[in-house]
């Protein structure tokens, strides 16, 4: 069957798209995870996703699930795909993937009981599509026989960052299905020597995390296996009504509450390349080396370095010499040195600076916002100093802060401001002032981007000072 010909109305997909992706750090960060960033051309890893998915299932019934703090950013990124705003799903708070796969078997469950769902996380990079696709198609068949099915990706090398699973060693066939394995057990990230064994043993496959499997089968197991969740999620009939519930819900991952557990699993062997773009030594696999092994994403100038990995999102030149084996991750605010071989271990990196209550893990110097970004160019005593970049249309929120005073000169575009009870036309080259303790509001009334320099001053400049009395954005 051509995938590109298949018409299911009861196929839907769940994009998961709620992970922080702190072993990609600093490039990827708690307000800007690596699935919303392009890493290998014009699309970002989650639209790669959904573009995957073409031909397969009706965008409108492609649903993602996420934190409720990536909205907005979800919503630009899908829009061209015209996928519906009410197939976005948010979590108050991320409890791991069997309530999240849960929840949206339940929801998608209600409104067709003869869905059957493809799970695909948003953070992997599968460079043929078309045999993505029919992979999918037989995946889709055994599921059709009442198993939970995942997809296995033969290991390529004794791989230490990825779960495995242990097939039985017979391989089965029903009329129905083009072959599958019955799954013997999961095993969890191996030691180097462990992993030497699995790579070697034909019925041992890499964990993609890719499931399909009908959302009332899944749901019967999740009865069996966490009754407790089973009857969690039962007593949530729509999106309103998740954040009574979520609170009390247990994380748990699926893996481990129900695939180490269910006596339904079926394997399907993926024939296509897949890497999961977990840590930066996969990015480094997948992309072109030069003569010496390099692989340079940056201004760089080298010499005499041999498998090396240098990315940069900072305008400086970075010069390497006689470097082996190193990753070398750049941005204006945080810089990354690490050994290839221990690329992991940058989560704990994130882990110490969570614990240190930095910023780095947090956000960029470009912070991104439902009405525009900031990017913050310079900070010293009693100052700040950002670029604002408001789009065609949009406006922040009525507010005012009580620890400082803002000073904007407009420098590209028109800005229509509030300050008080007056309302007026800012153009390019024009300054305006606005007071401590002034409610404000910054608005583009054209059809053209708006950039403005603002200069804030006072004895406290963080992000928290801000009082709201009207939000386009409901924050």
């Known amino acids: 069957m051509n995938p590109s010909n298949m018409k299911n109305t009861n196929l839907y997909a769940l994009i998961l798209a709620g992970g922080v992706g702190s072993r990609f750090w600093p490039f990827s960060r708690e307000l800007e995870p690596k699935q919303f960033m392009k890493i290998f051309g014009e699309r970002s890893l989650l639209q790669d996703t959904i573009k995957r998915l073409q ?80 992979c999918l198609l037989k995946a889709v068949k055994c599921a059709l026989e009442g198993y939970l099915v995942t997809l296995g990706i ?29 799954v013997e057990k999961f095993l969890e990230k191996p030691s180097l020597e462990k992993a030497k064994k699995y790579a070697a043993g034909k019925n041992y496959f890499w964990n993609s995390g890719m499931f399909i499997w009908k959302a009332d089968v899944f749901m019967a197991e999740l009865k069996r296996y966490l009754p407790k969740l089973y009857s969690q999620l039962l ?68 010499l005499s370095s041999e498998r090396i990995c240098v990315f940069s999102r900072s305008n400086r030149l970075i010069s ?71 789009a065609p249309g949009k406006r922040l929120s009525l507010q005012r802060h009580s620890k400082r005073a803002e000073h904007w000169v407009v420098v590209c575009g028109l800005a229509r401001v509030t300050c008080g009870n007056t309302v007026k036309l800012v153009k390019s080259n024009e300054s305006i002032y606005i007071p401590k303790g002034t409610k404000h509001r910054l608005e583009n009334p054209a059809s053209g981007k708006l950039q403005i320099v603002e200069v804030q001053t006072g004895n406290y400049l963080e992000e928290d000072d801000i009082e709201r009395f009207e939000d386009d954005f409901n924050r």
């Open 320 to 390: 390497t010499i006689g470097l082996k084996d190193l990753i070398i991750a750049d941005t204006p605010d945080a810089l990354l040195v690490c050994d290839r071989h221990r690329a992991q271990e940058v989560k704990k990196i994130v882990e110490n600076l969570k614990s240190l209550n930095r910023k780095e893990h947090i956000m960029h110097l470009t912070d991104k916002r439902p009405w525009g970004s900031y990017t913050v160019l310079q900070i010293g005593g009693g100052f700040k100093i950002k670029l604002v970049e408001i």
């Open 154 to 182: 033969r290991p390529r090398e004794p791989a230490l960052g990825y779960g495995y699973i242990k097939t039985l060693a017979d391989r089965h066939k029903v009329t129905r299905s083009q072959g599958y394995y019955r």
């Open 235 to 302: 007593s949530i009939e729509s999106k309103d009504t998740i954040g009574k519930a979520w609170p009390q819900i247990n994380s748990i991952s699926v893996d481990y509450g129900i695939m180490e557990r269910s006596q339904k699993i079926a394997l399907v062997p993926a024939d296509f390349d897949w890497t999961d773009l977990g840590s930066w030594d996969a990015v480094n696999d997948i992309l072109p080396k030069d003569k010496k092994g390099n692989v340079i994403h940056a201004d760089s100038m080298d």
């Open 55 to 134: 031909g397969i299932v009706n965008p409108k019934q492609v649903y993602i699930i996420s934190n409720k703090s990536y909205f907005y950013e979800i919503k630009r990124q899908v829009e061209k795909f015209h996928i519906l705003e009410g197939n976005i799903i948010l979590e108050p708070e991320g409890k791991n993937t069997a309530p999240a796969i849960g929840l949206c078997a339940r929801l998608i469950g209600r409104i067709n009981p003869e869905a059957m769902l493809i799970v695909l996380p948003s953070d992997h990079c599968i460079k043929d599509v078309r045999k993505f696709r029919s």
